[in-house]
């Protein structure tokens, strides 16, 4: 089954503070991990991505880390700001063999409140 | 660089009419996705397109739900007749595969309110 958890389903973090979510997937075969943000009344927006030969990317304040032996990757957040609030998505995708490759397969979304 | 382009952005419409939804992807992008977001929830793909070709439909409620993707460029989504239960958040996005590339980019979504 292509299926990705993702957990919390909220999080609070107060301005500056690390925030952190976690997603796990079942699809060995999926060999893209990207993360999406997505603002009320707009469509998601790409955040950052991994491929499963790496185990972390960072780009700015956001980093993936990846587990392949696990099957799990998380989003860190540093020196969160307000602006960061919003609902981040975890996806996968499997990008090689047969008619399902790039269906983007979603988690079930985070709303991330970061206080001032 | 212009974004997906969708419209209309909000429809409201009653149960049993039809709705058609309208998506322009990014320039030079072959494929094209369109995906279905329930309220609370991750998008959910309901087809893809590679140019002109429907690649991928298995998730795509064919007894009511059609889309078209002529000369591989803009696409439209329809809904004849639409249920209470296709209130949802309509996506569409564009990816350039042929660049070796994943990434797929959202547009902003039609909303539609089925009453």
């Known amino acids: 089954q292509q299926q990705v958890k993702q957990s919390p389903q909220s999080l609070i973090v107060q301005k500056g503070g690390i925030s952190i979510i976690n997603c796990a997937y079942e699809?060995?075969?999926?060999?893209?991990f990207p993360w999406y943000q997505q603002f009320p009344g707009k469509g998601p927006a790409l955040l950052i991505a991994?491929?499963?030969?790496?185990s972390e990317k960072k780009e700015g304040r956001f980093t993936i880390s990846f587990n392949k032996s696990a099957k799990q990757f998380s989003l860190h957040i540093m020196d969160s700001q307000p602006g960061d609030s919003a609902t981040y998505f975890c996806?996968?995708?499997?990008?090689?063999?047969?008619?399902?490759?790039?269906?983007?397969?979603f988690g079930q979304g985070t709303i991330l409140t970061v206080h001032p | 660089e212009a974004g997906v382009v969708q419209s209309p952005r909000y429809k409201i419409i009653e149960k049993k009419q039809p709705v058609a939804f309208w998506c322009n992807p990014i320039?030079?992008?072959?494929?094209l996705y369109w995906y279905r977001q329930n309220l609370g929830q991750g998008p959910e793909l309901l087809i893809r397109?590679?140019?002109?070709?429907?690649?991928?439909d298995s998730q795509l409620p064919k007894d009511r739900f059609s889309a078209e993707r002529l000369k591989g460029v803009d696409s439209t989504l329809k809904i004849q007749p639409a249920e209470l239960g296709d209130s949802a958040v309509y996506l569409c996005?564009?990816?350039?595969?042929?660049?070796?590339?994943?990434?797929?980019?959202f547009g902003p979504g039609t909303r539609l309110t089925v009453t």
């Open positions: 996005a564009s990816s350039p595969r042929t660049s070796g590339s994943y990434e797929q980019y």
């Open positions: 991994i491929r499963p030969d790496v």
């Open positions: 397109y590679e140019n002109e070709e429907a690649v991928d």
């Open positions: 996806a996968a995708s499997k990008n090689a063999g047969g008619t399902s490759y790039g269906k983007l397969t």
């Open positions: 320039s030079g992008h072959n494929t």
């Open positions: 699809n060995t075969a999926f060999d893209y």
